[in-house]
């Protein structure tokens, strides 16, 4: 009995898988005329059952990332690619079901390699859910033993040497009117931390984005930096912060979510905490957005530096260092000498600190 059957040796679970249909994808983008798309039925026993209900069932907690199936072009409510899929989960047939394979062929860069799609269907109830994962083909080594010889070769079409390396989607519904619209996604072989999952995964083959907006995503980051800022008394979270938005502008157009974003700028764990600390719902910082370098701005302009006696020193961020010139007064002293040159445009007085 593998490792997989033992996990779900006894166990009960109330989503169900129905169908797995299974269909070996070529990386295609650009060609005009496109392979012909191989598939089969998994039964529902055996090994690979068990490996593909160990992820089905996780799902929605491995898939955190969420997105959304855009309207045509033309505003009305309609996504042919949902469409599509709403036809597979109706009909549950290999045949509506090669379709998406087909569809996914067409998007695949060489980059992407070959690849083994995997649809499953589950029902829990009126609760119906869609899985769609894509594992990478791999070089291995295949050695058989004889008696008296050993034979050793090399294959290319190693599918699911680790089961941690996929890209999924789910989607959950109960109507398929209103439901079916929104899902979880993931990525787990994109390696580059400012992207956490494949454009043409999402984009291209789902016709679908990140439910974020770039100017939503961007705002609630600068938010929670300057609220992390405003409320905390330590002075390496201050500084840490105050650093990564003065570099943010390497981020710009780029996909991050809040959780990459501290890895991005090697932000300390007490520092991501409290950056996250502040999220109503700390999932959020999994949501992913394209950073918008003229949202940020709006957010976080300035850059205000208290010190002892009681002077407040503020300057553009991205210019403060140039503003201010700071000297330690001795290399066993905690205080500085802060200078600056400029001729006086505007003097007043206010009630209050700003």
């Given at each position: 009995?593998?490792?997989?059957?033992?996990?779900?040796?006894?166990?009960?679970?109330?989503?169900?898988?129905?169908?797995i249909f299974s269909f070996l994808v070529r990386p295609e983008k650009g060609q005009e005329v496109q392979s012909e798309v191989g598939g089969t039925s998994?039964?529902?026993?055996?090994?690979?059952?068990?490996?593909?209900?160990?992820?089905?069932?996780?799902?929605?907690?491995?898939?955190?990332?969420?997105?959304?199936?855009?309207?045509?072009?033309?505003?009305?409510?309609?996504?042919?690619?949902?469409?599509?899929?709403?036809?597979?989960?109706?009909?549950?047939?290999?045949?509506?079901?090669?379709?998406?394979?087909?569809?996914?062929?067409?998007?695949?860069?060489?980059?992407?390699?070959?690849?083994?799609?995997?649809?499953?269907?589950?029902?829990?109830?009126?609760?119906?859910?869609?899985?769609?994962?894509?594992?990478?083909?791999?070089?291995?080594?295949?050695?058989?033993?004889?008696?008296?010889?050993?034979?050793?070769?090399?294959?290319?079409?190693?599918?699911?040497?680790?089961?941690?390396?996929?890209?999924?989607?789910?989607?959950?519904?109960?109507?398929?009117?209103?439901?079916?619209?929104?899902?979880?996604?993931?990525?787990?072989?994109?390696?580059?931390?400012?992207?956490?999952?494949?454009?043409?995964?999402?984009?291209?083959?789902?016709?679908?984005?990140?439910?974020?907006?770039?100017?939503?995503?961007?705002?609630?980051?600068?938010?929670?930096?300057?609220?992390?800022?405003?409320?905390?008394?330590?002075?390496?979270?201050?500084e840490e912060l105050t650093s990564a938005a003065r570099l943010s502008r390497s981020l710009a157009n780029k996909i991050i979510s809040m959780d990459n974003?501290?890895?991005?700028?090697?932000?300390?764990?007490?520092?991501?905490?409290?950056?996250?600390?502040?999220?109503?719902?700390?999932?959020?910082?999994?949501?992913?957005?394209?950073?918008?370098?003229?949202?940020?701005?709006?957010?976080?302009?300035f850059r205000s530096l208290q010190i002892s006696n009681g002077a407040i020193l503020t300057a553009p961020l991205n210019s403060f260092d140039q503003c201010?010139?700071?000297?330690?007064?001795?290399?066993?002293?905690?205080?500085?000498?802060?200078?600056?040159?400029?001729?006086?445009?505007?003097?007043?007085?206010?009630?209050?600190?700003?």
């Amino acid at each position: 009995m593998s490792e997989f059957q033992q996990n779900y040796r006894g166990k009960a679970f109330n989503m169900k898988i129905t169908h797995i249909f299974s269909f070996l994808v070529r990386p295609e983008k650009g060609q005009e005329v496109q392979s012909e798309v191989g598939g089969t039925s998994i039964p529902l026993e055996g090994n690979l059952y068990y490996m593909l209900l160990t992820i089905f069932e996780r799902a929605t907690e491995d898939c955190k990332i969420d997105i959304t199936f855009l309207p045509s072009g033309d505003g009305i409510q309609f996504n042919q690619r949902r469409s599509e899929i709403l036809d597979v989960i109706k009909h549950r047939d290999i045949k509506h079901a090669q379709l998406l394979a087909k569809h996914l062929q067409s998007v695949t860069t060489k980059r992407s390699k070959l690849g083994l799609f995997f649809i499953v269907l589950g029902r829990d109830g009126g609760t119906e859910r869609i899985y769609l994962s894509r594992f990478p083909a791999d070089f291995g080594i295949v050695a058989e033993e004889t008696q008296n010889e050993l034979h050793v070769e090399l294959i290319e079409q190693v599918f699911m040497k680790s089961e941690k390396s996929y890209k999924a989607v789910v989607f959950d519904g109960t109507n398929a009117d209103s439901d079916f619209w929104i899902g979880k996604a993931i990525d787990k072989q994109v390696n580059d931390n400012s992207v956490s999952i494949s454009g043409y995964w999402i984009k291209e083959f789902l016709k679908a984005d990140f439910r974020t907006t770039s100017a939503a995503g961007t705002r609630r980051l600068a938010k929670a930096i300057m609220e992390t800022i405003n409320q905390t008394n330590d002075l390496e979270i201050k500084e840490e912060l105050t650093s990564a938005a003065r570099l943010s502008r390497s981020l710009a157009n780029k996909i991050i979510s809040m959780d990459n974003f501290a890895d991005k700028f090697g932000l300390s764990e007490k520092t991501k905490n409290a950056l996250i600390s502040t999220l109503r719902n700390r999932n959020l910082r999994f949501d992913q957005f394209k950073f918008s370098t003229s949202e940020f701005r709006k957010h976080v302009r300035f850059r205000s530096l208290q010190i002892s006696n009681g002077a407040i020193l503020t300057a553009p961020l991205n210019s403060f260092d140039q503003c201010f010139t700071k000297q330690c007064i001795a290399d066993d002293s905690d205080e500085y000498l802060f200078s600056t040159q400029g001729t006086i445009v505007d003097d007043r007085l206010r009630a209050k600190k700003s």
